[in-house]
């Protein structure tokens, strides 16, 4: 029975990196993108270059009506989920003094809260047919902290604390 993948943020970097290492073992591949869909349909044509499926969905994570289509676009098309890949986060690199409210709401969003709703709505599609596997992808910042990073490293702290809760549910 095929397996299916959803990765979000997977339009380019490590979300396009863990779309192509799932698609090369032979997974169906869903690509989550926000705003740049010709990188995101150019994924899905690498994807499907090595034989398998995969599809384009966007989605802005921090927003749970869209979060909750996704995955119900992913189901329906796509005939399942088996694993969710939760990579899309943004960073912003300025002193901590150089930061505004909208950059802390915008990592807070992206970075937490859009893990959040995806694991959510994994874990509801999954606990049916109880089985699958979320994959959270956090960053060493998360336990070390980094100058310029202090948005990005809070919220990959957060996610951590997020995972390991998770993990014992």
């Not at 992913?74 to 003094?97: C, P």
């Not at 994959?135 to 980094?146: E, P, R, Y």
Request: hydrophobic share 45%.
């Amino acid at each position: 029975m095929k397996k299916i993948a959803l990765v979000t943020g997977a339009s380019r970097g490590i979300g396009r990196a863990c779309a192509l290492a799932l698609a090369k073992r032979g997974y169906d591949v869903a690509v989550n993108y926000v705003s740049n869909e010709a990188a995101a349909q150019a994924v899905v044509a690498e994807i499907e270059a090595l034989g398998v499926r995969s599809m384009a969905v966007r989605a802005n994570t921090a927003e749970l009506p869209e979060v909750k289509d996704m995955f119900r676009t992913v189901v329906r098309e796509m005939g399942g989920l088996d694993v969710l890949v939760n990579n899309a986060g943004v960073v912003d690199d300025r002193y901590l003094m150089m930061l505004t409210e909208d950059s802390l709401t915008r990592s807070l969003d992206i970075n937490i809260k859009g893990y959040f709703h995806c694991a959510q709505q994994a874990a509801l599609k999954m606990f049916k047919k109880k089985s699958g596997v979320i994959v959270n992808i956090s960053s060493v910042w998360g336990q070390h902290g980094a100058s310029c990073e202090v948005t990005y490293s809070c919220t990959k702290h957060a996610l951590i604390g997020l995972t390991r809760s998770l993990a014992m549910e």
